[in-house]
């Protein structure tokens, strides 16, 4: 049902998709999504949820396997940016607002959103590491920083993929941006 979901709202559009479109796809009745999914709007989150906590996974092992914190806000950066960069379609969708006037971020499972604020609270650790290292400017708080590195890589990548995906190249524009906007330097001295 997530595969026929996502498959039909990126092709028509969340509004322009009803739940008979998706239960076309699936091969199924419309009965059949309802015994699981009350809405569109939930399955939409549930779809959202499938593909944000595949991002998850990847950030969280970046968090074990990256000791260098510069290094790990670059390559939280790239991991998101590509793949909003593979979702986008979806990402665009995430806009959308339901009946209840809630998007599908504000669905989401606890757990998901739990797996979220540890990511984040790892990536302001190491934003404070970097401070401590005079390799990240001081003057904001980590948490702060945290937020607008945050939003920083969801607007550079909405400027750079609107003629394409965001390549190596792209991705170089976008993280001198945010590097420059966080006072990141690169190498430890």
Request: charged share 30%; hydrophobic share 40%; with cysteine.
């Amino acid at each position: 049902l997530l595969d026929a979901a996502e498959l039909v709202m990126r092709r028509r559009g969340f509004a322009k998709t009803t739940m008979r479109d998706i239960a076309a796809e699936a091969g199924c009745s419309s009965a059949t999504i309802y015994q699981y999914f009350s809405d569109k709007q939930k399955l939409l989150a549930a779809t959202f949820d499938r593909n944000f906590r595949a991002l998850l996974d990847v950030l969280q092992e970046k968090i074990q396997s990256v000791s260098d914190p510069v290094q790990l806000l670059r390559e939280d950066a790239y991991c998101v940016i590509q793949h909003l960069s593979r979702n986008r379609d979806l990402e665009r969708l995430l806009r959308a607002k339901g009946q209840d006037g809630r998007g599908p971020v504000e669905h989401l499972p606890a757990e998901t959103k739990k797996r979220f604020r540890h990511v984040d609270a790892e990536m302001t650790e190491a934003i404070r590491r970097g401070q401590g290292q005079g390799r990240i400017r001081r003057d904001i708080p980590a948490e702060l920083l945290r937020a607008l590195f945050r939003r920083q890589i969801v607007g550079t990548f909405d400027v750079l993929s609107q003629d394409g995906p965001v390549d190596d190249q792209k991705f170089e524009v976008a993280w001198r941006f945010i590097a420059g906007a966080l006072g990141i330097t690169e190498s430890s001295t």
